[in-house]
């Protein structure tokens, strides 16, 4: 199959070719509010299976199905708890999956072999056009190799993925740039799965109980793995304290909160914003941006240990190297 790329072509958004390209059970990389996604028809197996061997991502692990209204959930969850639907109401479309145990004709092939479906319906407007002239569900990971860093840009997505896509909707950057919070509501309380940019706060105000952590007992979940979201240069966090003699000498990369000393130097130096949104929204890119450097290794400084950075840590403790 030919790639039809629509990199750089951001004012005519080719949405109708992307759902042609669906329907013929091909491969669309998509923007959404978090990082790209790397979409297929969700009821096309044989176009799920050509997700899988892209990412080069293990078959037992599920992905998430983009739905365009939250009315569809029923197409794919046997039952709706009263949480999900205080959640979708108060999120959606936004940055927060709902794992659900799944309708019965949902495949194996999308749930790992799991009883449940993770659902999401995503806040941008390209994915949100697309959801609605395809009518479908799109079955979604991020558009990267498996275990590597998200794509938060087009560039990303075809630097990692290249012709193996049939075409990628251009739509600039992500806003949040990390991927979203995961919540399974298919047990008798709620459990985050995922830490996201909705946080656990957010979920406790809307649902009245705290949601658990994950246990032994949650389902798989690729991002929930301790090694995920690497770069292929060595990451290391370091705390604020030791930073100036951890630095000094190395020829590393650097990502932390203050300005490069006169003279320093280390193959890059990138002053992060204290900001976690903003943070956020560039991580990816400036991971990216250090592992491309000719660094010998990517050095991080800890980030604060509170609730708006808590997804933030959780990703830099999973990139980083053992
Ligand atoms: O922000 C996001 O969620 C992005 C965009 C593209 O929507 N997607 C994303 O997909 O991050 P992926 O496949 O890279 O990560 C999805 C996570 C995985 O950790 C997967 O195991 C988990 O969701 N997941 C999906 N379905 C699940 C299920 N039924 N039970 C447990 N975990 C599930
Ligand atoms: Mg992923």
């Known amino acids: 199959m030919t790639r039809i790329s629509a990199v750089n072509t951001a004012r005519s958004l080719p949405i109708r070719e992307a759902v042609a390209v669906l329907k013929r059970g091909g491969l669309v990389a998509f923007p959404t509010e978090t990082v790209y996604g790397l979409g297929a028809d969700a009821s096309n197996p044989a176009a799920v299976a050509r997700i899988y061997k892209v990412k ?4 037992n692990h599920p992905v998430i199905v983009h739905i365009g209204e939250a009315g ?3 197409r794919w969850a046997r039952e709706i708890p009263e949480h999900a639907r205080k959640l979708a109401a108060r999120f959606w479309p936004g940055p927060l999956t709902l794992v659900l145990r799944r309708a019965p004709g949902v495949g194996d092939y999308l749930t790992g072999g799991e009883d449940t479906i993770g659902l999401r319906m995503p806040n941008h407007p390209v994915a949100l056009e697309l959801l609605r002239q395809f009518g479908g569900g799109i079955a979604a990971p991020s558009a990267n190799k498996f275990g590597r860093i998200s794509p938060t840009t087009a560039e990303h997505v075809s630097d990692d993925l290249g012709s193996e896509v049939d075409l990628i909707l251009d739509g600039g950057p992500c ?3 990390i991927e979203s919070t995961i919540i399974d509501l298919s047990r008798d309380r709620p459990v985050l799965l995922r830490p996201g940019r909705i946080g656990t706060g957010d979920i406790t105000a809307t649902l009245g109980t705290a949601p658990e952590p994950r246990d032994r007992g949650a389902p798989r979940a690729p991002g929930t793995l301790e090694s995920h979201y690497a770069p292929r240069k060595p990451l290391r966090l370091v705390a604020g304290d030791h930073w100036d003699e951890r630095v000094r000498g190395t020829n590393c990369a650097v990502l932390c909160f203050r300005a490069r000393p006169v003279g320093e130097k280390c193959a890059m130096w990138i002053r992060a ?6 943070y956020a929204r560039d991580l990816y890119s400036n991971l990216r941006a250090l592992d491309a450097s000719g660094c010998d290794e990517i050095l991080v400084e800890e ?4 609730a708006e950075w ?3 840590r959780d990703r830099l403790l999973r990139a980083r190297s053992a």
Do not use: F, Q
């Open 56 to 59: 080069g991502r293990p078959a």
């Open 72 to 74: 569809h959930l029923a």
């Open 175 to 177: 806003e949040i740039g």
């Open 273 to 278: 914003s204290t900001d976690p949104r903003r």
């Open 303 to 306: 980030p604060p240990a509170s």
């Open 310 to 312: 808590a997804a933030i």
